[in-house]
Nanobody, 126 residues
Framework: QGHLVESGGGLAQPGGSLRLACAAS????????IGWFRQAPGKEREPLSC????????NYADSVRGRFIISRDNAKNTVYLQMNSLKPEDTALYYC???????????????????WGQGTQVTVSS
């Protein structure tokens, strides 16, 4: 059974950057949809960005468009989320997820995913 492991979280100052990684093991990501989500205490899980690895199409939530960039490294079987211009409201637990079927539109919904990572904490504070 495949697994996803996130890394790269930590403490950043407002305006700073972090790069999260989502490494897959036990399966290859080539034909999957990958999504990044976050969840802050007391809030619902929020979709941030997703990509269809079949055609490299991407989508972003309005809250992160222009600041976050999703990318992949096929050789490392890893998807990244580059986060720039971080704000205190970006503080949350960040998750990646993989979907074995679906479309770019469906990848915005947590229910489309069948494999989730354990999450990595991002804290933005001065």
């Amino acid at each position: 059974q495949g697994h996803l492991v996130e890394s790269g979280g930590g403490l950043a100052q407002p305006g700073g950057s972090l790069r999260l990684a989502c490494a897959a093991s036990g399966f290859t990501l080539d034909y999957y949809g990958i999504g990044w989500f976050r969840q802050a205490p007391g809030k619902e899980r929020e979709p941030l960005s997703c990509t269809s690895l079949r055609d490299s199409s991407t989508n972003y939530a309005d809250s992160v468009r222009g600041r976050f960039i999703i990318s992949r490294d096929n050789a490392k079987n890893t998807v990244y989320l580059q986060m720039n211009s971080l704000k205190p409201e970006d503080t949350a637990l960040y998750y990646c997820a993989a979907a074995s079927s679906g479309t770019l539109r469906s990848y915005s919904f947590p229910s489309s995913y069948n494999t989730w990572g354990q999450g990595t904490q991002v804290t933005v504070s001065s």
